[in-house]
C-alpha cells in the first residue's frame, strides 16, 4: 500500500443503488443485475455530466464477432453518441474474431461502426490474442504500425499495449514513456486483464507482476482490459482504478464468480459498453447493455501522484 | 609344478598389465572427451551458444530485409492490400530459403539451451503462477507448423508469459516466439511466416 490510499476519496457508486448489482463484501451474496426484458423501450438515460472542454469516449472489447449483439451494441453507441459526443472508442483488442480476409473486416469492424466511423468517430485499437499482428497497419484502428503506442486527448494519456507479448523492449517502453509523461490522467489498456473473476480466464498473474510495479512508481491512474467475456469494475488497487470490459461482441453467461473481494460491481449477462468522460479531477462513467439499460455509473476521483517516487528522488 | 607355476604367475602378471593398460586407455579417453565438452576456464558455454543463436538470427533478418526491398508497407483502410503485402513478403522470404529447414536457427545446442532456460522459469519460484496463466490464455493445441508456412489465418496467437520473455534472448523487431500446440516457434511477424521451431517444448516444461 502506497501514501496515495491515505488520499483516497470514496467512490461514488451509483452502481450500489443498482437492483442486484454487485458492489462490494457487503453485497458478496447479492444477485447481479439482470437484464430487463423492457429496457430497450427506456428513453435514453445519461449519466455523465457532459461537462465542457471534457475528454469523453468509448471502451469496447472481445467486440470483432461479426454477429447480431456486435451490431446492436454498435448501434446504442451511435444513439448515445448523439447525446453525449464521444469522439473516440477505446478497443481492449479481439477486434477480428476468426479468420481476417477483407470480407472479415467488413462484416466485424467497418458495417457495424460505419454510423460511428461516418460521423468521424475514431478507434485506438490494442491487440488481442484474437487479432492478427497486421492489425496494426489497418488504419482506422490508428495504431500507425506498432504494437504499442501512446495518444493523447486533452489531460489525458493513453498508453496502449501489447499484453500478448509482454517482452523487455516493450516494458522499457512503458517505463520511459510513463515517466515521462506529464499528463494529468494516465490511462493504460490492454487485452490481458491483470485482475479478473471471471471462471474462464482468470487474472493474468505474471503480467500483474511485470506491470503493477512500474503502474505504481509512475501514477498511472486507470486500466481497462478485456479478454474475459464479462464486464467487470474493481476495487482501487495501489490507487489504480480497474475496469473490465469483454464483452461488447461475445459473452459468457453467468461467468463472474460469486463471492469476490475485489470486485466492486460486475455483469455477465449480455453484452455492454462504457462511455467515460473526465473533466479536471473526475472520471465519470457510465456502462450500457445492448437493451440501453444502464448497469454501473459512477465518479471517480484521480489520486495523487504516489510520494514514493519524489522521496526517492530527493 | 616349480616352471608351470612361475608361467602362471607371468601370465597373471600380463593379465594385470593388460587390465591396467585398458584401464587407463578408458581414463585417458574419458579425460579427452571431458577437455573437448567442457569449456575452457573464462568461457561461458551457454554465452557461446547465445552468440551463435544472434548471429543466425542476424543472419535470417538480413534476409528479411532483402525481401523487404520492394515492397511497400501499407497503412491502409483497405484490408486487401494488408494481406496482399503479408502474401507477397512471405513469398520472397520462402524463396530466399526455399530449404530452410527445422534446425538452422535452433539448432541442437540452441534447443538445449532454450529447454533450459525455459525449465528455470516453469519450475522457479513463480512457475506455478505462470504455468496458471499460460493454461487461461487459450493454449494451441494439437496443431504443428512446417518452417516456411504461413501462420493460419483465423487461428489465435498464444500468449506468452512476460517471465519466460524476459528469460529469452531478445528479437530483434519483426520476429517473436510464440508457443504453437508443442512447439516454440520463431515467427516472422510481418510476413506471418515460420522461421524454426523447436519440438517438445511446452510438453516437457509446462506439465
Redesign the interface.
Known sequence: MTLRLLFFIPVVFVASLLPGCRTGPAAASSRFLQQSTSGGESKLDVKLPLEKGSVRFAVIGDNGTGDSPEYEIAQEMETYRKTVGFDFVAMMGDNIY?????K??ERKFEEPYKPLLDSGVKFYACLG??????EV????FNM??QHYYSFKKGDVQFFVLD???????Q?DWIEQQLSGSNAKWKIAYF??PLYSDGR???P????R??LMPIFEKYGLNVVLSGHEHVYERFKPEEGIYFFLVGNSGELRYHNLRPGSDIMAAGFDTDRTFMLIEISGDKLYFQTIARTGQTVDSGTLQRQPKPQVSSQAAQ | MLISESHAVKRNIKRSDHKIAVAFALLLAIACSLAQSTPKPGINRDALIGTDFDKRVADYMKLHQQALTGLK????????Q??A??HQFAAKIRARRPNARQGEIFTSEVADWFHRLIAQVMTGT?GA??R??FE???PIRGIHLDVNQSYP??L????????L??NLP??P?GL?YRFVGRELVLRD??A?LIVDAIPDVTASNTK
Open positions: 476468426g479468420g481476417h480476409k477483407p472479415d473486416f490474442n484474437h487479432d492478427d499482428s497486421n497497419l489497418y488504419k482506422p500507425n504500425g499484453s500478448n507479448y509482454m517482452d523487455s523492449a516494458l487485452h490481458h474462464f480466464h482468470g493474468d498473474l505474471d503480467l507482476k511485470q | 508497407v501499407p497503412q491502409t483502410t483497405d484490408s486487401a494488408i494481406t503485402f503479408q513463480d503462477k505462470i496458471a496463466s487461461h490464455a487459450e489465418d483465423g489465435p496467437l498464444q500468449s506468452m508469459p512476460p517471465s520473455l524476459l531478445r528479437l523487431k517473436e511477424i510481418p506471418n
